[in-house]
């Protein structure tokens, strides 16, 4: 649905709102798509509502209909996912939407971009942050295979964690292209306005003291990546950081990263954390991306406790809809959008509760859209 017959182009969006907030913060990021004017989105776009999550598995027995993903396959260039609301404990016939969306629709890469931008830290203090966490989004500990059993001693469970030279590589493919991508769209702003200032450079995180097996094959896998490619030898630096090191030098000094590659479950825990770093996880984006199909996500979960009130943060979802476009060649409509979204961040004014404010998901939605 690229380009139709006239020639105008066109662009379908599959809309998977899921669980609690998702159902808030899609509709907005729609808002904000709708509101584009002409000349930043060049194109027609056309929404399609699709199914998924835990309160429709819990009325139809399934998390994750055939029905959806058909239509994102064969009538969508791209879509949106808002959140879901997995169950703690093992709930038969059930397995989370997400984790089989990315899976089904061979999404390996989670983008994950954390900026501190305007806003302030949860302390208050200003922090030039501007991170990209690549998360491997296919295996790690996620494939879900667990076991239960019991011996002498009682009950034990096992879960089962693959790594694959195939998944590390195509992660770590994306880590250092990432770099160079960063790297030349920063050489195109003065010295003054960039945030970080050195050669591009991917923090491979893993924990192979420990895991030497698994976290070892991941570990080399990335760094032949990078040592059998001399674009990125001769232009991108590489480091490693074990997972709880990282957690630590995160939170003392973040402005020492760019790209940050780490196996799925390490991807999913830094990000949150990261994501508190710049004021909300309200406020963080990312993009399940593949080869040939893109899905935007906002990282936070579907927040049952503020569900239905009006008071979730858009920000993230709305970011989300912009690295869709951006990821679909429409680079300026995403622009446009991200600009909107911090001139409303840097005015300080309407902000949601998670920021400090009282402003509801409508008004920064409005407030946004009215920048454009
Ligand atoms: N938008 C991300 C999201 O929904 N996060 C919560 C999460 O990871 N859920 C996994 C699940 O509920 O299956």
Redesign the pocket.
Known sequence: AMSTTTGARSLTIGLIP??GI?REVIPAARQVLEALPKDALPAKLDFLDLDAG?EYFQKNGVALPEETLAALKDKCDGAL??????PSHKVAGYS????GLRKKMDLYANVRPVISGAAATASGEKRAIDMLIIRENTECLYIKEEEQGSDAQGKFAVAKRRISEFASRRAGEMAFSMALQRDAMRQQLPLAERTWKSRPKVTIVHKSNVLSVTDGLWRETVRGVYNGNELYKNNVDVEEQLVDSMVYRMFREPEAFDVVVAPNMYG?IISDGAAALVGSLGLVPSANVGDSFVVG??????APDIAGKNIANPIAAIRSAAMLLERTGYGSAALAIYRAVDKVLEAGQIKTPDLGGKSTTNEVTDTICKLL
């Open positions: 899921a669980d998702g835990f996912f808002g959140a879901v609301s997995s989370s939407p997400i984790v999913d996500e906002p990282v936070h979960g579907s």
